[in-house]
């Protein structure tokens, strides 16, 4: 079991409907499209409050999803921080290339703080709903509201796909333990960058094998499984 879904099922908002939760997470995401920074950044602390303080969520682990979805928001903000130019006016700061400029802009360090305060709050709502609902009641809700049943079962091979994924990058990792594959930084990064070219084909070959167990049980459809196999080809 993933540690997401762990604490999903063990958390105290477990019997707490899933629509209500969702609910309070759509209208959050209004609100912080609604204010400004001051406003979503008191979203997040409400949101953040409730996660860890009434839905016992541990913060450890609440903190480690959080720094891995701030590196991605991190990237981002720079490449809207940092604007090229063959002009160096309306720059703060900027290092010469050639007959181009690149550099810092006030308006480039406004849109990004905005972005930043409003993209914290929403990451907030989505870690509330991830971490306190698990993904049955998700999906639940979602034919409740009518949600089309493709797209519910796309979710469900992909949800399904990311256990695959994992479980095949643990057992490739352990295989490479064994072998002294970690014993000093330099094997260190020989093992990891082969376990990344290894992990993709490893898990298509996993989930093409777990595709056609579903459909000889008549779970999936035999067009799905010859789909796959054209796309391989």
Sequence with gaps: MLKIDQIAYTNRFIRLDPLIKLAFVFVSFIFSFLFHWVGDLMIWVITVTITIGFAKVPWKDYLTLLLGMGLFLGVSLISIMVSISPSPKMMLGFLSIGPYFIGITKQGIETAGSIFF????????????????????????????????????????????????????????????????????????????????????????????????????????????????????
């Design 118 to 233: 409003q993209s914290l709050s929403n990451t907030a709502s989505l870690l509330f709903l991830i971490l306190t609902t698990p993904f049955h009641d998700l999906i639940k809700v979602m034919e409740k509201l009518k949600i089309p049943v493709d797209l519910l079962e796309i979710a469900k091979l992909i949800y399904r796909f990311l256990f695959v994924l994992l479980d095949t990058a643990y057992q490739m990792k352990m295989a490479q333990t064994s072998r002294l594959g970690y014993k000093n930084f330099t094997r260190s990064l020989y093992s990891f960058s082969a376990l990344l070219s290894q992990l993709f084909i490893n898990s298509l070959e996993r989930y093409q094998k777990w595709a056609i167990g579903l459909e000889s049980r008549g779970v999936i459809e035999s067009s799905i499984v010859a789909d796959q196999a054209n796309t391989e080809v």
